[in-house]
């Protein structure tokens, strides 16, 4: 065998091998590598003195000046696999990491969270930032009007966090987004972008309306509107339809047909003037297409009739 083949030979062994003594030696590269970019891009002083004693000893990469700061997840992943690595790691890491855990279960409002980034503690400003990560698409309003704002020194760490959560939620949720339904509001989930001056252009996958991206309904079915007033819960599904209850968010949904089964008058008309205010690029050319169905209980005048004539492609009624 010719010396370049052995090197050759030598070189793809290292990349394909499953010998745990090689693993984590390319596991320890990769977390010093991305924790030196972190140490050396953050705007936390004190924070950042903990990642260079964490760092301490282990070589130099020439090729850190060069390159950007990691996005979060990937600063949040390599923290918890130093704890592995390197035991002596967990004395300062391990309890900011545990109650990182705990906040991300159950977040506090973004607004709290924008104000533990100037936090005297630098383990809660740490913790801040990753939960303001996990919040996805809620945070994003409030991190670019942080970014935006000339009177505080944050903005960069905003900027940052909103391109973190932007290469999450596509890595998440780019290649099958139009199946993803947000439970909160019905509505499914979109690439969402953000336009404010003085900032490059940042797209996040979340909900249509309300922008949220940490829950969702894999769905391919149909959604139906339903008026109601007995129907309890906010959404149903029986038959690979859900039917979501327009009583109890008064928002409109994607829908593919409406069922008036108990509602007044009055009820019907402010939901037609919600359809004819309605400016959604996804709903608003449907409505011409959808079919309304009355249920045979509920009496509507022939005003409201015509209004929903004029609404929907096909009203159906009911007969008992």
């Known amino acids: 065998m010719s010396l370049f083949s052995k090197l050759t030979a030598t070189v793809g062994h290292l990349f394909t091998t499953t010998e745990p003594a090689i693993v984590e030696q390319k596991q320890r590269r990769q977390v010093q590598h991305i924790l030196r970019r972190e140490w050396r891009h953050c705007n ?45 790691a967990q004395a300062v890491w391990a309890d900011p990491l545990c109650l990182l855990d705990q906040q991300q279960q159950q977040p506090p409002s973004p607004e709290h969270l924008i104000a533990e980034l100037q936090n005297a503690d630098w383990r809660k400003r740490f913790i801040a930032r990753h939960t303001l990560l996990a919040l996805g698409g809620e945070a994003v309003p409030h991190l670019a009007a942080l970014a935006t704002n ?31 339904l947000c439970p909160r509001c019905l509505v499914h989930y979109y690439a969402n972008q953000v336009y404010r001056p003085d900032l490059p252009p940042i797209v996040y996958y979340g909900c249509r309306t309300c922008g949220q991206s940490r829950e969702f309904l894999e769905w391919r079915g149909q959604v139906v509107t339903v008026l109601d007033k007995r129907m309890e819960a906010a959404y149903t599904e029986q038959e690979g ?80």
């Open 150 to 180: 000339k009177k505080t020194l944050l903005g960069e760490d905003a900027v940052w966090l909103l391109r973190s959560i932007e290469a999450d939620t596509m890595a998440r949720f780019s290649a099958h987004y139009t199946y993803l």
């Open 241 to 320: 339809i859900i039917w979501g209850n327009w009583f109890l968010s008064r928002s409109l949904f994607d829908c593919d047909w409406v069922e008036i089964i108990r509602a007044t008058d009055e009820d019907v008309e402010r939901f037609a003037i919600q359809i004819g205010n309605d400016t959604d690029p996804f709903r608003k050319p449907r409505y011409k297409e959808m079919r309304c169905v009355i249920g045979p209980e509920c009496q509507l005048s022939e005003n409201t009739l015509r209004i929903l004539n004029r609404m929907f492609g096909q009203i159906e009624r009911e007969q008992r």
């Open 44 to 88: 936390d002083r004190e924070y950042g003195q903990h990642l260079a004693a964490l760092l301490a000893g282990t070589p130099l990469d020439g090729e850190i000046k060069e390159q950007d700061r990691p996005p979060a997840l990937a600063v949040e992943r390599a923290l918890r696999q130093a704890c592995q690595l390197w035991p002596q």
